[in-house]
């Protein structure tokens, strides 16, 4: 059996796998409490750990530390890995989700041989995206504050306006809506029409590339693409790849 865990920013998201990866395997996500509560009806002996963790806390560290897992494995960027070449300088700088979100796209893409690039586009609380050309070349990427995070940097110090929550979102973002009408909606389509048109730059500067979504608004923003597919559980496929 293999547990694989994905420790993001916001939320940490996990699997237990038997023999093979499916999508009809149960994924969890929760607190680090939950996810304490979901390993103490295991038998960790029988366990081996996939751990990608953006933020490793004490508590994570001693959760895993004080069961006694058959093995635990902490992913790491790396310079190649499974026939994809990083393109940083110091590969080791770079987010192990965006590393591991790719590799488990260009696997896919191998398994299937395929030869086409594809850009990954991580829309959490930060955005990310990367582009990898179909001989697996990590051509590089951007970085840009996500929709809530960016969306709270402008109500910061903005008087009489409603928070961004996931509610207000369902209700007021739609393709063909594109200015606002009051405080909040220009704020919140402003913000997403930005993340649009980066990632369409992107799309249209590498015409004929797969565009694939993830994250927790990826659902909300690849609603603005006519083409592109959405897989929320991109880090845990990579964590599978790359297991030891």
């Not at 990954?120 to 929709?147: K, Q, R, W």
């Not at 649009?196 to 993830?214: C, D, N, P, Q, R």
Request: hydrophobic share 40%; proline share 2%; net charge negative.
């Amino acid at each position: 059996m293999h547990l694989l865990i994905d420790v993001g920013n916001s939320r940490i998201k996990w699997r237990l796998v038997d023999h093979e990866y499916s999508a009809e395997t149960a994924c969890h996500d929760g607190t680090l409490k939950d996810l304490a509560l979901f390993i103490s009806s295991l038998i960790p002996e029988e366990i081996s750990v996939s751990l990608a963790a953006v933020n490793q806390t004490e508590d994570l560290k001693n959760l895993l530390g004080n069961h006694r897992f058959k093995h635990v494995h902490i992913a790491h960027s790396e310079a190649s890995q499974r026939g994809l070449k990083n393109s940083y300088e110091h590969p080791e700088r770079m987010g192990v989700d965006r590393w591991l979100a790719m590799i488990a796209v260009y696997s896919a893409a191998r398994n299937k041989k395929a030869q086409q690039g594809f850009i990954i586009v991580d829309a959490g609380s930060a955005m990310t995206i990367d582009v990898v050309t179909p001989s697996g070349e990590h051509v590089g990427g951007y970085i840009v504050p996500g929709l809530q995070m960016a969306q709270r940097a402008l109500f910061a110090n903005t008087e009489r306006v409603i928070q961004y929550d996931e509610k207000t979102a369902s209700t007021l973002y739609g393709k063909h809506k594109r200015l606002g009408n009051n405080t909040l909606e220009c704020v919140e389509y402003g913000v997403i029409n930005q993340l649009v048109a980066l990632v369409k730059s992107v799309e249209e500067a590498y015409s004929g590339y797969e565009i694939i979504f993830t994250g927790g608004d990826s659902e909300l923003l690849a609603g603005y693409f006519e083409a592109g597919t959405v897989d929320r559980d991109l880090v845990l496929k990579g964590l599978w790849q790359v297991r030891n």
